[in-house]
Every structure is written in C-alpha cells, then in structure tokens.
C-alpha cells in the first residue's frame, strides 16, 4: 500500500531555514508526480510545491513561496524533499506530502512547521 511519511519540521526563527523530507513506498516513486501541502491554523490546506516525474524536471510554486522554497526528488532514496529558506512567521503550519497514484490521494500524517522568534 501507498504509505507516505514526512519529516524533518521544528521550531526555526524568522529567516531561517529548514528541510522537510518525505519517504515514499508502495508505489512506483519515480512515475508519479510527489507535491506538498500546507496547512495554517484555521486555514484551508493549500499546495506549496509540485515536482514531476523523473525526466520532467518540472517544478511549480505557489506564488508566496516562490524564489525560498525549493523541492527536490531523490529517487534511489524514494524521497522528496522541501528545502525551505528565509522562512515567515506566515509558513507556519503543518506540512503533508501527497501523490496520486492510479486515481486515489494519498497523504502523509504531516509535520509541523512552526517559524518564531
């Protein structure tokens, strides 16, 4: 079965960075686009990033994280990452890790971000 498991978030101040990871099984890791989503207190889940299949090398980011983020895949590791930098106290929230695969979401139990001085 499709399991997908994130890691990697904390504490970090105002400008700081972070690296969010997410381990994937159960599925063919490199044929499956990988995204991550975030979600505030009290707000709707929101997609942060998207990153292709092995050999797209196509990468899309939501406008307010354009230009800090970065997302990356590895897959001998069958893992994706979020390189997060200069970070806001507006990043907060828990991030998912999702994928489609075959017609079902699939969805990580989160890790949370929280960005504070």
């Known amino acids: 079965q499709v399991q997908l498991v994130e890691s990697g978030g904390g504490l970090v101040q105002p400008g700081g960075s972070l690296r969010l990871s997410c381990a994937a099984s159960?599925?063919?890791?490199?044929?499956?686009?990988m995204n991550w989503y975030r979600q505030g207190s009290g707000k709707q889940r929101e997609l942060v990033a998207s990153?292709?299949?092995?050999?797209?090398?196509?990468?899309s980011y939501a406008d307010s994280v354009k230009e800090r983020f970065t997302i990356s895949r590895d897959d001998a590791k069958n893992t994706v990452y979020l390189q997060m930098a200069s970070l806001k106290s507006e990043d907060t929230g828990v991030y998912y890790c999702?994928?489609?695969?075959?017609?079902?979401?699939?969805w990580g139990k989160g890790t949370l971000v929280t960005v504070s001085s």
């Open positions: 999702n994928t489609v695969v075959r017609g079902g979401y699939y």
């Open positions: 159960g599925f063919a890791f490199s044929e499956y686009f």
């Open positions: 990153i292709g299949w092995t050999g797209t090398t196509s990468s």
